[in-house]
């Protein structure tokens, strides 16, 4: 009877790693090994198939110091069941108070970065292929309600995944009393956290409270969470696979620092900005999907995303500019305008005392000469290049970003225009107007519209003496 617990626990673990295509011939794995009931069975199950799978196995385990004795305990035990299997275990302490005080988190985030690092530092050290945790079914099921209760997306919907990235999960098919039958079946002790036994934290009151409750209306509401998070996860390649065409459908000029990647949810990763084409957003079948896929890993909230759908359909909530925590967005017309906080904008103010070079910014240099005119003059046609009558100039001159209720004379127009306004009229969006700048004169007037347009007021004549050519890179 006992072999046919160990057999049947081993083939389930083996055909769900098949089917995950978790293992690869010839590979080297390692088994996280806390002592615990799950990851010691873990580790006996990866040795039972590693002579028909052709893998290396070797464990590594993590003494957190947090648990006084009981910490040294479980150190131990590990070292003890290594060495009656012939599995080379990799060991390592951490200071884990002092990591969670100095990096501002809790106990819990601490053990957990703390963990990871180390596991791929040791992946990459001794050229294994994978980490292999211990994650079962009922872990998967808690984080399925868990994510429920937060009001997670239908991502959080699908529990644990059995692979990301090097993390490779091949339990997540067995429960827990499975793994305790056939660890019991062996005659294999384990320790026991007490820490777990307390339910002070969501996952624990799940586990201990919630879980018996819902068994009481379904003996069987494990396997029945679990098997519909199968199918949600079904699902959500369907809905990545529609939701990337759609995002790439309404989303232009995407940089090449840009990533449109329908596998991982359609994201849109902006390092520049992107826009978004409102009427070919308002076309799709769910709008506000396609939206939150582009805006959420910009650092934008559901609520955001909800109050930009809503401007769309209003037209005086589209003066709004919405920020994340690193990005920002602003409507432009018949656009979305998506962009990385203060991207590209200058903040100066830098005085010009008399013709030279300039260098105000890394990407922003001014020239500035004075030269007689010549029988063969002709004004520029460049926009980053301008020409202008230097006698009607007064030095010293000003570069700097636009004012509330700065004002110039347009080149070919008689009346002066608020810059704000003319660029509107330009169909320049709030964030171009953030990064404007202007060269002004001593008197204060705008004589460049940098990139735009020069001040009529110092246009060129059949009468200039002297030509002050001003050319910006």
């Known amino acids: 009877m006992n072999n046919n617990v160990q057999d049947k626990f081993i083939s389930r673990v083996g055909a769900f790693a098949s089917a995950h295509c978790l293992f690869v011939r010839g590979g080297k794995y390692i088994a996280t ?51 009656a299997h012939g599995v080379a275990l990799h060991l390592v302490h951490f200071d884990t108070r002092e990591y969670a005080s100095l990096n501002h988190v809790s106990i ?30 009922d872990d998967s099921v808690e984080t399925v309600l868990l994510n429920l209760v937060r009001g997670t997306g239908i991502r959080g919907l699908r529990g644990i995944q059995p692979r990301n990235g090097r993390i490779l999960r091949p339990m ?134 909800e109050m930009v759908h809503s401007a769309m359909a209003r037209q005086s909530d589209r003066t709004r500019v919405f920020a994340s925590g690193t990005h920002e967005l602003c409507f432009n017309r018949d656009s979305l305008l998506i962009q990385p906080l203060g991207y590209g904008v200058h903040t100066l103010s830098k005085r010009v005392p008399e013709c030279g070079h300039y260098s105000f910014a890394e990407d922003l240099k001014f020239d500035f000469s004075i030269a007689p ?45 608020l810059v704000s306004d003319f660029l509107t009229d330009r169909k320049r969006s709030v964030f171009d107007k953030r990064r404007q700048l202007v060269v002004a004169d001593a008197s204060g007037r705008i004589v460049w519209l940098v990139g735009e347009r020069t001040d009529n007021r110092f246009r060129t004549t059949a009468n200039t003496r002297q030509v002050l050519t001003i050319g910006v890179g």
Request: contains cysteine; charged residues 25%.
């Open 172 to 305: 997540l098919s067995v429960s827990r009393s499975e793994i305790v039958g056939f660890l019991d079946s062996l005659g294999q002790p384990y320790v026991t956290d007490s820490s777990n036994l307390v339910p002070d934290v969501k996952r624990n009151k799940i586990r201990l409270q919630l879980m018996p409750l819902l068994q009481q209306l379904n003996p069987n509401v494990a396997q029945s969470i679990f098997e519909t998070s199968l199918r949600v996860g079904e699902a959500v390649n369907v809905y990545d696979d529609a939701m990337g065409r759609a995002v790439a459908e309404v989303v232009d000029n995407v940089p090449d620092a840009a990533r449109l990647d329908g596998a991982a949810g359609a994201e849109v990763s902006v390092e520049t900005p992107v826009s978004v084409s409102i009427p070919r957003l308002l076309a799709q079948v769910s709008p506000e999907s396609v939206l939150f896929s582009i805006l959420s890993p910009c650092g934008f909230t559901s609520s955001q995303v």
């Open 108 to 137: 819990e985030m601490a053990a957990r970065r703390l963990r990871y690092d180390y596991f791929e530092r040791l992946r990459r050290d001794i050229g294994a292929d994978g980490i292999c945790v211990a994650h079962h079914r």
């Open 373 to 417: 005119t010549t029988a063969d003059f002709t004004p520029s046609t460049n926009p980053l290049r301008v020409t202008l009558d230097a006698d009607r100039i007064a030095w010293p001159l000003t570069v700097r970003n636009i004012s509330d209720g700065d004002r110039f004379t347009p080149f070919g127009m008689k009346h002066s225009r």
């Open 33 to 83: 090994l806390s002592g615990g009931a799950d990851s010691v069975a873990l580790l006996l199950a990866m040795c039972s198939m590693a002579a028909e799978w052709h893998i290396e196995v070797e464990a590594a385990h993590c003494n957190f110091r947090l648990r006084g004795d009981e910490s040294d305990r479980d150190e131990n035990f590990c070292k003890a069941l290594c060495a």
